[in-house]
């Protein structure tokens, strides 16, 4: 494996937030905030070394005292791309119970055309968060976000029109229904080996994290009709009271939604992992396959003796981390994991009992070198890696991004000033 790094621009460091990049038939886009904090997306084209940047025109937001292409210091304020069927660039991002910011290209794969889209259906779109792109199995672009607030808020999903340039519901209702009272924090949905999408999340009654509850599934053939992992129909939208739960963990007992991820076994059944307490208050990674009759074989996975003790509300330091799991060789699965307290490692598993039978160091995808600082910005800084999609959200391995800035602080400015950053490409070339 050989690396190459090259400088795509500079990038504010003085707070953290995670930056997009795709491929495209060879080239590439991204998006960043400058040392101005504003929003800047820039190309490079196939066979060319050279970017081009462009900073797209926002509107103002009142609310904030600002404009909509500029950030504060919220990390939910990330940024996020897609590329439509006809080549047209979508840019949305910079919100966290904001107005929808969402930007289009006037032209196929032009940056330099992108012009912000005030609405995209006109409705319940004053109070967005978590903007989400990805594509059906059919390759039409869909748009996940949250309208309202944590704690109170409900998942919207959007369908866009390639021919017509619009877009409109996927579903008439919401998909998970807090009922006025909690909202469900969901992964973006995983399209499995056996033709499914595989929905996970869990509840939460109010801003503060530590009151997640009640990890839960359902899945789906067109994301439009949904069902437990036993076949039973589900009446949408999903409240907590009629989805199917896989840990009922309550308040306080651990569950995170930062920390839950799907990956497949040997026979295609979907695996959930997660974070929650064991009874002595100890942090654990848990791991739940359906029985298909309605059950869940859960297995622990760990024997640490810390607590990831988290509270409160804003953004908070990803200290703890599970990868999905995944087959390494029949019979065999591997998860690997980070936490703050034992650094990284990865376990390998029996399929058949979901048993830990080896613990080995973690594997990184990058050479070492490149999760140092190396740039000088301040003693506090860390290193943010950020690995590339295809357009058609499928695996990407060999691009990423690079750079360097201040820890998360909870969405307030970090008690240091720093300067800008340098944001890097790195490029793999496996031999």
């Not at 997009?20 to 997306?41: E, K, N, P």
């Not at 889209?117 to 978590?130: F, I, K, L, P, Q």
């Not at 199995?137 to 340039?165: H, P, V, W």
Request: proline fraction near 6%; glycine fraction near 8%; include cysteine.
């Amino acid at each position: 494996m050989s690396v190459t790094l090259s400088t795509v621009g500079e990038a504010c460091a003085d707070f953290n937030v995670l930056y997009c990049l795709l491929h495209h038939q060879g080239s590439l886009f991204a998006a960043w905030y400058d040392a101005a904090h504003r929003i800047t997306v820039g190309c490079r084209r196939t066979g060319g070394q050279h970017w081009e940047t462009f900073q797209p025109e926002g509107f103002w937001l009142p609310q904030r005292n600002r404009d909509a292409a500029i950030t504060d210091y919220d990390s939910h304020n990330y940024l996020t791309m897609a590329i439509d069927s006809e080549g047209y660039l979508h840019l949305s991002g910079n919100m966290h119970v904001d107005p929808l910011i969402y930007f289009r290209s006037e032209r196929p794969l032009d940056i330099h055309s992108l012009r912000v889209v005030r609405s995209m259906t006109g409705e319940r779109e004053d109070r967005a968060t978590y903007p989400l792109f990805f594509k059906d199995s059919q390759g039409r672009l869909l748009f996940r976000y949250r309208d309202g607030c944590s704690g109170n808020g409900d998942d919207i999903y959007n369908l866009y029109d390639t021919a017509q340039r619009r877009w409109s519901r996927l579903l008439e209702t919401p998909l998970l229904d807090g009922e006025g009272q909690r909202n469900g924090y969901a992964r973006p949905p995983v399209a499995g080996p056996d033709g499914w999408w595989h929905l996970i999340w869990m509840w939460r009654e109010t801003p503060h994290c530590e009151t997640n509850n009640n990890l839960s599934y359902a899945r789906s053939r067109d994301l439009r009709h949904w069902e437990t992992s036993s076949g039973t129909s589900l009446t949408l939208p999903i409240s907590r009271a009629k989805g199917e739960i896989v840990d009922s963990a309550g308040i306080g007992e651990g569950l995170i939604n930062m920390v839950q991820e799907i990956g497949f076994d040997t026979q295609r059944k979907p695996l959930l992992i997660y974070h929650r307490y064991d009874q002595s208050g100890h942090s654990q990674a848990y791991l739940a396959r359906p029985d298909g009759a309605g059950g869940w074989q859960k297995q622990q996975l760990s024997q640490w003796d810390f607590r990831w003790d988290f509270k409160g509300p804003g953004s908070i330091p990803p200290d703890l981390v599970l990868q999905p799991p995944r087959v390494v060789e029949k019979n065999r699965l591997e998860v690997g994991w980070y936490t703050l307290w034992t650094g990284a490692g990865r376990w390998l598993l029996a399929e058949d009992s979901l048993n830990v039978t080896e613990t080995l160091p973690a594997q990184a995808p990058l050479p070492e070198a490149l999760s140092q600082p190396y740039q000088h910005l301040h003693p506090a800084a860390e290193v943010q890696l950020l690995a590339a999609q295809n357009s058609d959200y499928s695996p990407q391995s060999r691009y990423w991004l690079r750079w360097e800035a201040l820890p998360i602080c909870r969405d307030e400015p970090y008690p240091a000033k720093v300067a800008a950053g340098k944001l890097e490409l790195v490029e793999v070339t496996t031999n």
